[in-house]
């Protein structure tokens, strides 16, 4: 195939993939941060979801570690993470639940309004004598 002919295949492909509305898939917003000496029931930053995307919400944690400052030992095997939507004058109810085995959390795509994660448990205990410290999180709504 020649070099004008390969340009004009390409080109007409990405036209057509444009036409179907077929693209990569985008999220609206997000953030990074870290996690240092949580205890459990911590809640994060809160952040606002227009839902103008069909993206999952996700929180991705990246070199995990629990201790409790004496023996320095990693405890660390996973962390219960909550997201919750708020609401005004109530309890925020949890809309979904997930174990992050310091990877990612997938939440879904959620509906409009604003949203946080909680750090409700460590290795499935609620109450331990062990701080949460994670070096990279990656939120993406």
């Not at 994060?44 to 004496?70: E, I, L, Q, Y």
């Not at 997201?83 to 639940?97: I, M, Q, Y």
């Not at 085995?101 to 994660?117: A, E, M, N, P």
């Amino acid at each position: 195939m020649n070099r004008k002919r390969k340009i004009a295949s390409i080109a007409a492909g990405a036209v057509a993939i444009a036409g179907l509305g077929i693209g990569p898939a985008f999220a609206e917003g997000g953030f990074g941060s870290e996690i240092k000496a949580w205890a459990t029931g911590k809640d994060s930053r809160h952040w606002n979801d227009n839902n103008r995307d069909g993206v999952s919400t996700t929180v991705k944690f990246s070199r995990c570690k629990a201790h409790n400052g004496g023996s320095g030992e990693n405890r660390f095997k996973y962390a219960s993470l909550q997201l919750k939507k708020e609401r005004s004058a109530l309890p925020d109810p949890v809309v979904a639940r997930d174990k992050n085995y310091c990877d990612t959390s997938s939440f879904g795509d959620r509906s409009k309004g604003g949203y946080y994660f909680n750090y409700s448990n460590l290795n499935g205990y609620d109450q331990t004598g062990y701080k949460l410290w994670v070096k990279k999180v990656a939120v993406k709504y």
